[in-house]
């Protein structure tokens, strides 16, 4: 994959490549730890729960409003897989066909899971790449110039990718963070723009495998896209359980914490210090959940947002 800077790289774990969990967790302790500092500097507040019995409170009814989150998730979920038969069947064929395309050119049977899938259509683009590039070394100069620069360019694209795919463990998510770099706009434009001003010093079987070149770089892209949809409402059903599950420690945290305030002799123990960031911390767990998972379910539908014939400047980094 292209070289990231320190920074870049844990820029990209936190809004990509990190583990959810830890980083949820992360926040979580986070914010009991900044509340443990603050019991310290401010020792006053151990003999002045009020503003503690506040936070609790709200935090009681936020985590409420967070669960019910998981209603309306759900329901975005039911709506989206609920169809007729007509329109199941549409959808069946399309795929079919689609992975029919892909096959007639693999001159295989494609694999059924995404990361065989992807590194088949990755292999059909290399090899109709390295095919035009052949057939351009009887074209003109330039235009053979031109056409090696992109296939040059494709290929070092290419081997980073199926290199990155090889690794041991991929999920659906890993497979589509493959293709979140690129839809491969650009270098479809260039290789029409190549077709359209070297068009007279082309041989037919040159255009060809340039059209055949499209046609591969267009599928990959179709499959980001149907790869994202899959994975979306795959990470939408594992936060809306996740936000019940730890709703419930959470808001049982919060109700102990009122709980220990209406008893008089916290107040003042050491214990209560410590206690209470604790409860902070197993409060927020459906917050740091909520946060961790929707920035990496954001920034995939920003990096994917455009398709082909189209990119944006962001998704091209």
């Given at each position: 994959?292209?070289?990231?800077t320190?920074?870049?790289?844990?820029?990209?774990?936190?809004?990509?490549?990190?583990?959810?969990y830890?980083?949820?967790g992360?926040?979580?302790?986070?914010?009991?730890?900044?509340?443990?500092?603050i019991?310290?500097?401010?020792?006053?507040?151990?003999?002045?729960?009020?503003?503690?019995?506040?936070?609790f409170?709200?935090?009681?009814?936020?985590?409420?409003?967070?669960?019910?989150?998981v209603?309306?998730?759900?329901?975005?979920?039911?709506?989206?897989t609920?169809?007729?038969?007509?329109?199941?069947?549409s959808?069946?064929?399309?795929?079919?066909?689609?992975?029919?395309?892909?096959?007639?050119?693999?001159?295989?049977?494609?694999?059924a899971?995404?990361?065989?899938?992807?590194?088949?259509?990755?292999?059909?683009?290399?090899e109709?790449?390295?095919?035009?590039?052949?057939?351009?070394?009887?074209?003109?100069?330039?235009?053979?110039?031109?056409?090696?620069?992109?296939?040059?360019?494709?290929?070092?694209?290419?081997?980073?990718?199926?290199g990155?795919?090889?690794?041991?463990?991929?999920?659906?998510?890993?497979?589509?963070s493959?293709?979140?770099?690129?839809?491969?706009?650009n270098?479809?434009?260039?290789?029409?723009?190549?077709?359209?001003?070297?068009d007279?010093?082309?041989?037919?079987?040159?255009?060809?495998?340039?059209d055949?070149?499209?046609?591969?770089?267009?599928?990959?892209?179709?499959?980001r896209?149907?790869?994202?949809?899959?994975?979306?409402?795959?990470?939408?059903?594992l936060?809306?359980?996740?936000?019940?599950?730890?709703?419930?420690?959470?808001?049982?945290?919060?109700?102990?914490?009122?709980?220990l305030?209406?008893?008089?002799?916290?107040?003042?123990?050491?214990?209560?210090?410590?206690?209470?960031?604790?409860?902070?911390?197993?409060?927020?767990?459906?917050?740091?959940?909520?946060?961790?998972?929707?920035?990496?379910?954001?920034?995939?539908?920003?990096?994917?947002?455009?398709?082909?014939?189209?990119?944006?400047?962001?998704?091209?980094?």
């Amino acid at each position: 994959m292209d070289f990231l800077t320190r920074k870049e790289q844990w820029r990209e774990w936190v809004l990509l490549d990190g583990n959810r969990y830890v980083i949820a967790g992360g926040l979580s302790v986070g914010f009991g730890v900044l509340t443990f500092a603050i019991l310290y500097g401010l020792g006053g507040i151990t003999s002045n729960t009020q503003s503690l019995f506040y936070v609790f409170s709200s935090l009681i009814g936020g985590n409420i409003t967070l669960i019910t989150v998981v209603a309306s998730i759900n329901q975005l979920l039911l709506s989206q897989t609920i169809q007729t038969p007509g329109q199941l069947q549409s959808q069946v064929e399309n795929i079919i066909e689609y992975r029919s395309e892909v096959e007639e050119a693999a001159g295989e049977i494609a694999p059924a899971e995404p990361l065989g899938f992807l590194q088949l259509l990755f292999e059909n683009t290399r090899e109709e790449a390295q095919r035009a590039g052949g057939l351009a070394t009887v074209d003109s100069d330039r235009s053979e110039t031109a056409i090696d620069d992109l296939v040059e360019e494709l290929t070092d694209h290419i081997d980073d990718i199926r290199g990155y795919l090889d690794q041991p463990d991929m999920e659906t998510f890993d497979v589509l963070s493959a293709t979140l770099t690129t839809n491969y706009a650009n270098q479809i434009n260039r290789t029409r723009q190549i077709r359209d001003e070297y068009d007279g010093q082309l041989s037919d079987a040159t255009l060809g495998a340039l059209d055949t070149l499209i046609d591969r770089l267009q599928e990959i892209d179709i499959a980001r896209q149907y790869f994202k949809s899959i994975y979306l409402q795959r990470e939408l059903s594992l936060l809306s359980r996740l936000l019940l599950y730890g709703g419930i420690p959470a808001e049982a945290a919060s109700m102990g914490a009122l709980v220990l305030f209406a008893t008089p002799v916290t107040g003042t123990s050491r214990l209560f210090v410590a206690i209470v960031p604790v409860l902070i911390t197993v409060s927020l767990i459906p917050l740091g959940l909520l946060l961790s998972f929707i920035v990496r379910i954001t920034t995939v539908t920003q990096r994917t947002a455009a398709t082909i014939p189209f990119t944006t400047p962001g998704q091209e980094k």
